[in-house]
């Protein structure tokens, strides 16, 4: 059986984990991340137009950039769909197709 100081260390480890879990999920689904993503994204396009020789390349890079970054901001929202309609939701907990 653990001893105290071994549930209190474990507890610890938990909380831990938890409090870097969380930080990768508020990166994850931060503005800033998905602004980032679109500048670099622009970036590459741009150059990658540039190189190819292609007539106006920042004004072109915008069309694409603006594509992904759409998709990027409605991830989240078709993701809650699919789980509302894939998934049951019981008690809190999800119950897969499998588990019926």
Known sequence: ??????LAEEIIKIKER?????????????TF?????AVLTYIVIVIFF???DLQKPLINAIVPTLGFLIS?????????LWIKYRYKQDNNL???????
Not at 1 to 6: D, F, I, S, Y
Not at 33 to 37: A, I
């Open 1 to 6: 059986m653990p001893t105290n100081q071994q």
């Open 18 to 30: 938890n409090a870097k879990v969380e930080a990768d999920k508020a990166w994850e689904t931060s």
């Open 33 to 37: 991340r998905k602004v980032l993503l």
């Open 50 to 52: 540039y190189f190819a």
């Open 72 to 80: 990027t901001f409605s991830i989240a929202t078709i993701k809650n």
């Open 94 to 100: 999800i119950t897969f197709p499998d588990d019926q």
